[in-house]
């Protein structure tokens, strides 16, 4: 059985910092590859753009921040509005994950390793990005397993 190549890229959109995590080509597991601090919109296009041409990206990735009644806030619509300009810009398809529990788990685990969260804001953001995309494959292959059945 041959699986396909999967090519995503996730992200942690937030407004000083963008996490970004990538996955091997089977789409099993996803790693964090780097922290974005945002300047412009035009250098974080084109420092996304060189990540999603070295990777061979065929999807973004992104992290919703819902509210806890899962409806649209103001980071949502802002992370969204984000998400829409680079996919558009990147001509690549976007799928949204609720990241409602990232950055919590992210520091958590940052605390296992036994940093401390607080002077690792980029890390953080990078692990949050990784957890989203993780979710996202997982799904994914529960998603193709439960169609064969």
Known sequence: MTRERVAALGLDIGRKRVGVAGCDGLGLLATGLMTLYRKSFAQDLATLGQVVAERQVDILVVGLPLLADGSLGIQAKETRNY???????????????????????????????????????????????????????????????????
């Open 83 to 149: 998400a829409k300009r680079l996919g558009k810009a990147l001509d690549l398809p976007i799928a949204y994950v609720d990241e409602r529990c990232t950055s919590v788990a992210a520091e958590a685990l940052i605390r296992e390793s036994g940093r401390s969260p607080s002077d690792n804001k980029g890390l953080i953001d990078r692990k949050a990005a990784a957890i989203i995309l993780q979710q996202w494959l997982d799904d994914r292959r529960l998603q193709a397993k439960s169609e064969k059945h």
